[in-house]
Each structure stands twice: as structure tokens, then as C-alpha cells.
């Protein structure tokens, strides 16, 4: 199958600090990939749709200017999480949809903020 | 709104069946997807239904009646590995996945 390869698998970062995460599509092309974060024991929460060459599509509720959205290739893309507080502490998961029948999940990453 | 439904946690036994029910209301309706999420990792794909029926895969079943908005997986010879979170999601008519909240199985020996 389709491989999604996000890094890194978890961070611990200073509040105030911004953190990148990257989700590559390994063998094969993304024209479309998925951000989630998840809290504990809840289920997954779409953050945003990111189109290669365009401006990502966030959700609603989902600060843009927080969550920044990068796709540049059509095997990589990036969410940075500027200026993290506590709160934005998560688990988040990047996947990519090949045609429309299954998404592919990156392995996650465990975003702490201390 | 749309809405998925599915049991919050279930315990079964070591080598039994078990059955995780799943029910849906979305704007349309383009396949429902199963997935198996381990504590702590991101979800792996289990089963995609877009047809009414059974698809079988090993210890692993699922079905769907498009009609009654209801799925249901099924696990034969339970594992002590199959302990995970079981995610129901169904893609919308824009291609969204809409997702359950998961359901806990705790397998006991």
C-alpha cells in the first residue's frame, strides 16, 4: 500500500515556540492531504485540507494564521504550529487520499508544550 | 448535521467474536471506512464498504445496509492484539471522511 511518512514522531517544545511538522507521500503523488489532531481518547478532528499549490481549506473553528499550511510538492506537506501554547498540545496526524477509496495515515506526531 | 454513531467501549474474551456496531446520517454518501487505531499511533485502514453486503478479510468482516445508515465490523478469533480503538468513518459527498469517536475493545484472556 501507499506510504505517508511524518516526522517527527513527537516533539517537546517551550511555549511561545513554533514547531514544523512534515508529512511526505513516499511512493506515490498527493495532490490532497489531510491535518488532524486528536486529544485523548477523542476521536480524530479535521483541522484542514491541503491542496498541492494552493491555499489549505480550514476548518471551521481552526486559526489559519496558527496553523500554518504548507504544500509545496506533491509529496510534501507541512503544518506549523507558530507561537504553541499547552493547549495546542495533541496528537497530530497527517494522511493522504489516494483516489477515493482509502487515506493513508502518517505515523503521527505527539506535539508537547511545556 | 452528520452524525456517526458508535459504541463508546467493548470488552470481549480471547479466541471469541465480536461485533462493533455503527450507524451514520451524512450528506451523502460515498463508502464507509474502518480503521484500527493502537494507543498512542496513528489509525491503519482495516475495510472500505460502498455497497450494501459483507466484505470479508481474514478474521475481519464488514458489512453495510446503505438503506438503514448501518455497519458493522466483525472479529473472529480474537487476539490480545486486537485491543485497539475502532474508528468508524464515512465519506460524504464531498469526499470528506466524517469520523466516529472510536470504540474501545478490551480483550480479555
Known amino acids: 500500500g501507499a506510504v505517508v511518512s511524518q516526522h517527527p514522531s513527537w516533539v517537546i517544545c517551550k511555549s511561545g515556540t513554533s514547531v514544523k511538522i512534515e508529512c511526505r507521500s513516499l511512493?506515490?503523488?498527493?495532490?490532497?492531504m489531510f491535518w488532524y489532531r486528536q486529544f485523548p481518547k477523542q476521536s480524530l478532528m479535521l483541522m484542514a485540507t491541503?491542496?498541492?499549490?494552493?491555499?489549505?481549506?480550514?476548518e471551521q473553528g481552526v486559526e489559519k494564521d496558527k496553523f500554518l499550511i504548507n504544500h509545496a510538492s506533491l509529496t510534501l506537506s507541512t503544518l506549523t504550529v507558530t507561537s504553541a501554547h499547552p493547549e495546542d498540545s495533541s496528537f497530530y496526524i497527517c494522511?493522504?487520499?489516494?483516489?477515493?477509496?482509502?487515506?493513508?495515515f502518517g505515523q503521527g506526531t505527539r506535539l508537547t508544550v511545556v | 448535521g452528520q452524525n456517526i454513531d458508535q459504541p463508546t467501549e467493548m470488552t470481549a474474551t480471547e479466541g471469541a467474536i465480536v461485533q462493533i456496531n455503527c450507524t451514520y446520517q451524512t450528506s451523502g454518501f460515498n463508502g464507509l471506512f474502518w480503521y484500527q487505531q493502537h494507543a498512542g499511533e496513528a489509525p491503519t485502514f482495516l475495510s472500505y464498504?460502498?455497497l450494501d453486503g459483507l466484505e470479508e478479510k481474514g478474521r475481519f468482516s464488514s458489512f453495510l445496509s446503505r438503506s438503514k445508515g448501518y455497519s458493522y465490523l466483525l472479529l473472529k478469533e480474537l487476539q490480545m492484539k486486537d485491543s485497539a480503538s475502532y474508528l468508524c468513518?464515512?465519506?460524504?459527498?464531498?469526499?470528506?471522511?466524517?469520523w466516529g469517536a472510536g470504540t474501545k475493545l478490551i480483550i480479555k484472556p
Open positions: 491541503s491542496n498541492e499549490g494552493s491555499k489549505a481549506t480550514y
Open positions: 511512493d506515490f503523488q498527493a495532490t490532497t
Open positions: 468513518a464515512v465519506m460524504d459527498s464531498n469526499y470528506q471522511l466524517i
Open positions: 494522511s493522504a487520499r489516494v483516489g477515493t477509496t482509502e487515506a493513508f
Open positions: 464498504n460502498v
